[in-house]
């Protein structure tokens, strides 16, 4: 996939505080209206045109841009290994990132992110918009000009977030515990089952205490091995056995993600155990996650769980849908099935709580 780079500084010869690379992908944000009246991706070496109060945060910036903008809704995998090797190729003369993305999967690409940058300790924000940054009422403006800020900061020569995270709506939120929860509103996203990063107003508020701290002796490495033969099967009353049958047979499948009730409840129907039972024996991993925006999986709290655990269910616990499918993606296409089955629950990048 080629795209193509651009330099841009804000700040006077040498006086620089920062070097950032925008990553921009494509989504709302990036659009004006051309003499028609038409979206159409604007040009970023005319960003300062857009946002001349970008001069006032004395960044050397560097944007790169895909040759042709993605729709999120088009995203794939390939486009999360393009956006890591950016990352990973220009890591070391980098301060920071902001990756502008779409916001349909935006959660997705943050959670992927936060898999596959091992041991990354440098930030990484994801944002994007609701409206174009043509717009007069555009939140693209503070979503950029806060995130490039998030990615520039530093404390006692340190990044104040070291993490995968995604800023929308003046919260910064930890990239793979967040959701796109709204289609109409700026407050697009929400982390129910972990507390923002970071709160902006006048000043920027860091939740230091809930931000993660990279390990000293960790590299840095890049993960790029995804295998996609996961499904997502959502429960719901007068479910059908050839429907949950014909996702069961589908070739291939390694992985599936039940959407379950509550604290991971599932109806305890005969052809339904037995069809997971037989599928899980066969090799198959399922792993449990709730239908709930928060609280997390708890399989043998009532009745309707104990059986998915005694089949061999895997609790995701406090997953979410987005962190649960690119975790097993990631561990899939580095190590098997059954290694995945033994790592889906443990913490990777913080994206699950024992």
């Not at 997971?276 to 709730?290: A, E, F, H, R």
Request: aromatic share 8%; proline share 5%.
């Amino acid at each position: 996939m080629s795209y193509k780079k651009i330099n841009i500084n804000t700040a006077s010869p040498g006086q620089a505080q920062a070097k950032v690379m925008i990553v921009y992908t494509g989504g709302t944000f990036g659009m004006v209206r051309n003499k028609e009246g038409a979206l159409m991706p604007f040009d970023f070496a005319l960003i300062l045109e857009h946002l001349p109060t970008l001069r006032n945060l004395y960044l050397d910036l560097t944007v790169v841009s895909f040759d042709e903008p993605i729709d999120s809704s088009n995203i794939q995998p390939s486009h999360w290994q393009t956006i890591g090797q950016i990352i990973f190729d220009h890591y070391v003369e980098q301060d920071g990132f902001v990756v502008l993305h779409g916001t349909d999967t935006m959660s997705f690409t943050a959670s992927a992110l936060s898999f596959m940058l091992q041991g990354l300790a440098k930030p990484v924000v994801l944002t994007g918009a609701q409206l174009p940054i043509s717009e007069p009422r555009s939140d693209a403006r503070e979503n950029l000009i806060t995130s490039l800020e998030i990615a520039a900061a530093k404390k006692n020569g340190r990044p104040v977030v070291p993490e995968v995270c995604l800023f929308f709506d003046y919260e910064l939120l930890r990239g793979n515990r967040s959701k796109k929860v709204e289609s109409r509103h700026f407050d697009a996203f929400e982390s129910s089952n972990y507390p923002p990063l970071a709160k902006a107003g006048v000043m920027i508020d860091y939740n230091n205490g809930q931000i993660h701290v990279p390990q000293k002796e960790r590299p840095f490495k890049l993960r790029t091995h995804f295998d996609t033969n996961v499904a997502i099967l959502k429960f719901f009353p007068g479910i059908s056995e050839n429907v949950v049958n014909s996702i069961l047979k589908t070739e291939g499948l390694k992985a599936l993600v039940i959407e379950t009730y509550g604290s991971g409840n599932a109806p305890a129907i005969h052809w339904l155990k037995k069809l997971l039972k037989t599928s899980i024996d066969n090799g198959l991993l399922i792993l449990n996650i709730t239908q709930c925006p928060g609280g997390r999986v708890e399989q043998g709290k009532y009745e309707t769980s104990q059986w998915l655990k005694e089949i061999g269910v895997v609790s995701g616990a406090d997953m979410t849908l987005e962190a649960a499918v690119t975790k097993l993606m990631i561990l899939l296409g580095e190590q098997g099935v059954e290694k995945a089955k033994e790592l889906i629950g443990k913490p990777i990048a913080g994206e699950i709580t024992i």
